[in-house]
């Protein structure tokens, strides 16, 4: 079986829309801040509606050149039949990089009369737009060109910042399109790039149930669960991804969507990535220093997945040793880190880097304080590694059926390579993953 062996019943994201904000037994109040999503063949017919119900009066249009093609025209056409006065930023596709720049372009571009952001397409185009709609206070809502990331609903955009990408707070679309018969035209390889973000969601709630037992981290059971039922039925129906199925892909991006409320839901990013997402980070870094190879987002998150699994499997024939995780400990040297750091990551690690000297990944009271909880843990630590992992060379075989990356060579990265691309990982985000975990056990050469 390759989907979790724990799961519960089917997630129905209009119920989960409707319904108010509820307390659950993790704690917390979950409430999505999504309002509602239209999945269906030929949603964007009920845009005029849509528009009207959020008291619309006039559009600020955001796409890219593609996106254009894909729906933005379509989109303009309804518009104009509906006498729905709107203004238009085009950006230019082969340089549409979510950073200040095109912010500060958006800023300009945007009119005050405007009360509508409309954004045609995913990513990009998503992140820009959440960050414009907080700006300026106005309802956002976004036709999605593809089932390519799990942003939809989530209320934080990912921005490149001095050569580092990082997550800010922003605001998730009011309402958003999901067009059946506009995404199963999507690019093939962004359809494989959303299944590779879901597929991510094995290792991220592994993690996140790890992290809760060695560091005491708040964990929901069930936001897990969300995530656990969303990739359920998009491996049941994945076979049907490569026909551009209507199934498939609505399974694919209710996913996608279930993994941003999920977020949402827990107030952090836990649920939707674990150290699979450090791969892609690092490798896009590595990118715009070096002009490395790259791919899209959810094919790099889908390579690293087959990577941490990997790395877990090394994990399950370990025996924790205290005495040689201390020993190991002693002999870290962050002068050496900040060199290994700065030679893989160059400008783009500098405020990795700066941050070193205060981390808790070189503090020995704190090592110390977890090394009590991994060993105490231990059978408990393998038990979620089983229960929540699928096999590799499972998905793998379900990886090739689909024609999706497995490898970094795939995208011209070389497989020699990632050994220490995963072992900078834990210095990426202050979150316990696995090479958090390797770390701790004296695993790790820095």
Not at 101 to 106: N, S, V
């Amino acid at each position: 079986m390759i989907f979790s062996t724990i799961y519960s019943d089917n997630m129905d994201i209009q119920k989960i829309l409707s319904s108010p904000a509820f307390s659950c037994e993790c704690g917390k109040i979950h409430k999505a801040q999504l309002k509602e999503a239209i999945i269906e063949n030929g949603a964007i017919q009920k845009l005029p509606e849509i528009i009207k119900k959020y008291k619309g009066t006039k559009v600020f249009l955001v796409a890219d050149e593609n996106t254009m093609k894909a729906a933005g025209n379509s989109c303009i056409e309804i518009l104009n039949q509906n006498n729905i006065p709107y203004k238009t930023s085009i950006l230019d596709a082969e340089r549409a990089e979510p950073d200040e720049h095109l912010i500060g372009k958006l800023a300009f571009d945007f009119s005050p009369d405007c009360d509508i952001i409309l954004g045609i397409g995913t990513g990009v185009i998503n992140d820009l737009c959440k960050i414009l709609a907080n700006i300026t206070d106005r309802t956002f809502i976004l036709v999605a060109t593809a089932p390519s990331m799990d942003g939809f609903a989530s209320s934080t955009s990912s921005i490149i910042k001095n050569g580092l990408k990082v997550s800010i707070n922003s605001r998730c679309a009011d309402c958003l399109f999901a067009d059946v018969d506009i995404l199963k035209n999507a690019p093939y390889d962004m359809i494989i790039a959303g299944f590779g973000d879901m597929l991510a969601k094995y290792i991220s709630i592994c993690e996140w149930r790890i992290g809760n037992i060695v560091t005491g981290e708040y964990y929901c059971e069930y936001v897990a669960n969300m995530m656990r039922t969303a990739l359920k039925a998009i491996i049941e129906n994945a076979d049907g991804l490569k026909n551009r199925d209507d199934k498939a892909i609505i399974s694919l991006m209710n996913g996608l969507i279930l993994a941003g409320i999920a977020a949402d839901y827990a107030g952090v990013s836990r649920p939707a990535s674990g150290v699979e997402h450090y791969y892609s980070h690092i490798w896009d870094m590595r990118h715009l220093e070096f002009n490395t190879p790259w791919s899209l987002h959810g094919i790099q998150c889908g390579v690293g997945t087959c990577l941490a699994l990997k790395e877990y499997e090394k994990i399950k024939d370990i025996t924790p040793n205290k005495n040689l995780a201390l020993a190991s400990f002693e002999k870290y040297d962050i002068a050496k880190t900040k060199k290994i750091i700065s030679e893989h990551l160059g400008k783009s690690g500098n405020e990795i880097i700066e941050k070193l000297e205060t981390s808790d990944l070189f503090n020995r009271e704190k090592h110390k304080e977890l090394l009590k909880n991994i060993p105490t843990h231990w059978d408990k630590i393998l038990e979620i590694i089983n229960e929540e992992l699928p096999c590799r060379n499972e998905l793998i075989l379900l990886m090739n059926k689909l024609k999706a990356p497995t490898k970094s060579s795939y995208f011209g990265i070389p497989d020699s390579e990632n050994h220490q691309t995963f072992l900078i990982t834990k210095y990426i985000r202050d979150k316990y993953i696995l090479s958090t975990l390797y770390k701790e056990l004296g695993l790790s050469d820095f």
